[in-house]
């Protein structure tokens, strides 16, 4: 049964005004005012990317079982959607996330060879954060910008058909 044949009327033992700050909880009824009541689980991933940019960029289970809280999902619902998603982090991340795309449009384009220069140039593996803590490299599986390929998401930038000289200079700009 996916999450989406769940029954909504899930127990959570948490009352929702109690869950989050009032900035928060406003961002997320706004969200969820996009949708039909039975349709709640649609704003699972606008409500993930707010609390995670609130907790520094990252998501803790504790923060995972409030928005399912929140939404009135099961909690498994909402870790399969923070689990899948590259935009997700489940541990603390650098202040800079570099996301390199490994979709067959940016791979056929020269993500691989994008993703093999910054292991060897900054000596960091995907998923690992520079030993100077500059920044988290990920590789991720689509990023939504095919046409420009290869795709770099840098924060919340996209940059297209980077070269490793064109790569290196945004990461050498990371402060």
């Not at 570099?98 to 384009?109: A, G, P, R, Y």
């Not at 690992?128 to 500059?134: I, K, N, V």
């Not at 924060?155 to 290196?168: I, M, P, Q, R, V």
């Given at each position: 049964m996916s999450f989406?044949?769940?029954?909504?009327?899930?127990?959570?033992?948490?009352?929702?005004?109690t869950l989050f700050n009032a900035e928060i909880r406003a961002a997320i009824d706004a969200h969820l005012a996009k949708y039909p009541s039975e349709w709640k689980q649609?704003?699972?991933?606008?409500?993930?990317t707010i609390v995670q940019d609130d907790n520094g960029g990252w998501l803790t289970r504790e923060l995972m079982d409030d928005v399912?809280?929140?939404?009135?999902?099961?909690?498994?619902?909402?870790?399969?959607?923070?689990?899948?998603?590259g935009m997700y982090d489940l541990k603390p991340t650098a202040k800079h996330k570099?996301?390199?795309?490994?979709?067959?449009?940016?791979?056929?384009?020269g993500s691989e060879d994008l993703i093999h220069h910054v292991e060897?140039?900054?000596q960091v593996k995907p998923g690992?954060?520079?030993?100077?803590?500059?920044f988290t490299f990920k590789e991720v599986e689509c990023l939504g910008a095919c046409r420009d390929a290869p795709v770099?998401?840098?924060?919340?930038?996209?940059?297209?058909?980077?070269?490793?000289?064109?790569?290196?200079?945004?990461?050498?700009?990371?402060?």
């Open positions: 989406r044949d769940a029954p909504l009327a899930v127990i959570h033992d948490r009352d929702r005004a649609s704003a699972v991933m606008p409500a993930l399912a809280a929140y939404l009135d999902l099961p909690e498994v619902a909402v870790y399969e959607v923070a689990s899948f998603y570099v996301c390199i795309c490994n979709s067959i449009s940016c791979m056929l384009n060897h140039k900054y690992e954060t520079t030993a100077d803590g500059r770099v998401l840098i924060g919340k930038t996209f940059h297209e058909k980077l070269s490793a000289a064109s790569l290196d200079t945004l990461i050498e700009g990371l402060e």
